[in-house]
């Protein structure tokens, strides 16, 4: 499910980080989802930047009802102090979109707030939605 190769060249370091980073589980789905102090800012830009990059790698999107609809996912590592130390997006088939991703991720995910981890370094899961006309 995961390209390990393409999910490590993608990862990305957005603090300091942990002095010992434990490997990503191997079952994505087992991960519990992250909860965020405050939402991630997200403006109708970025969801127009998503269109445009998808476009341009020309990604085969699933489409329902004449509107396109992109589900891409991340495993993200969050240090004992709530902050994003990893980000390792879950291949999609749209690469452009995992990129773009994780460095929305690196950019706005540190301004959202702490991440509860009960004082340990721990995974999460996460997704961004994007959806336009087709």
Same mark, same amino acid.
């Given at each position: 499910?995961?390209?390990?190769?393409?999910?490590?060249?993608?990862?990305?370091?957005?603090?300091?980080?942990?002095?010992? %980073?434990?490997?990503? &589980?191997?079952?994505?789905?087992? $991960?519990?989802?992250?909860?965020?102090?405050? &939402?991630?800012?997200?403006?109708?830009?970025?969801?127009?930047?998503?269109?445009?990059?998808?476009?341009?790698?020309?990604?085969?999107?699933?489409?329902?009802?004449?509107?396109?609809?992109?589900?891409?996912?991340?495993?993200?590592?969050?240090?004992?102090?709530?902050?994003?130390?990893? *980000? %390792? &997006?879950?291949?999609?088939?749209?690469?452009? $979109?995992? *990129?773009?991703?994780?460095?929305?991720?690196?950019?706005?995910?540190?301004?959202?707030?702490?991440?509860?981890?009960?004082?340990?370094?721990?995974?999460?899961?996460?997704?961004?939605?994007?959806?336009?006309?087709?």
């Amino acid at each position: 499910m995961i390209d390990l190769l393409f999910a490590m060249a993608l990862a990305s370091t957005t603090t300091q980080g942990a002095d010992t %980073v434990s490997a990503m &589980p191997a079952d994505y789905s087992a $991960l519990e989802t992250a909860k965020f102090s405050k &939402p991630i800012y997200y403006a109708q830009r970025h969801e127009m930047a998503a269109e445009r990059a998808a476009k341009k790698a020309k990604c085969k999107l699933p489409t329902a009802e004449r509107w396109v609809y992109a589900r891409i996912e991340a495993a993200i590592l969050v240090t004992p102090d709530g902050e994003l130390a990893k *980000i %390792v &997006p879950v291949e999609s088939g749209c690469r452009e $979109l995992e *990129i773009y991703m994780v460095n929305h991720l690196g950019k706005y995910g540190s301004k959202a707030g702490p991440i509860a981890t009960n004082g340990k370094t721990t995974w999460y899961k996460t997704a961004m939605h994007f959806r336009w006309p087709e």
